[in-house]
């Protein structure tokens, strides 16, 4: 909770409601701290999956301007850049390498603020990042 105080990119609201809604769906489920942690991290790789095949249906899509395409581009990139360093991020985790282990989420956290932040460079330019949300209805 501390940490969702000091950093603007973090929720702890949006991060209990992840861990509460994936626990039940976990066998075994988790049942420490560091149980948590490697779920929580599997969590944004599914989510993160998710809006690689997103962007790339995204560019696809003819009708964008220039402008837009390449900052489609880049956040494909971006976002297929932070699922191997989540990855990465498992791995130093589990070895208790938690230097390496923040470095690689960190990275994961810049790469989503970028592309956010290239959508606003340009006056008229709407961000087209899909919102992932909690669909705790069905």
């Keep these: 909770m501390e940490a969702s105080k000091s950093d603007p990119n973090l929720s702890y609201d949006v991060c209990v409601a992840y861990l509460e809604d994936a626990s039940p769906k976990l066998h075994p489920p988790p049942t420490n701290l560091e149980d948590l942690v490697i779920v929580s991290i599997q969590i944004n790789k599914s989510n993160g999956t998710n809006l690689v095949s997103i962007v790339s249906k995204l560019l696809k899509n003819k009708s964008f301007d220039p402008y837009t395409k390449a900052c489609l581009r880049d956040c494909f990139e971006l976002y297929s850049d932070s699922l191997s360093d989540l990855d990465d991020a498992v791995s ?3 070895s208790m390498d938690l230097f390496t282990a923040i470095v690689k989420l960190s ?3 810049d790469n989503t603020v ?3 932040d290239q959508f606003k460079d340009k006056k008229g330019v709407r961000l087209v990042t899909v ?3 909690l669909n705790h209805g069905g």
């Design 107 to 109: 990275a994961v956290l």
């Design 114 to 116: 970028t592309c956010e």
């Design 92 to 94: 130093a985790f589990k």
């Design 131 to 133: 919102k992932l949300e």
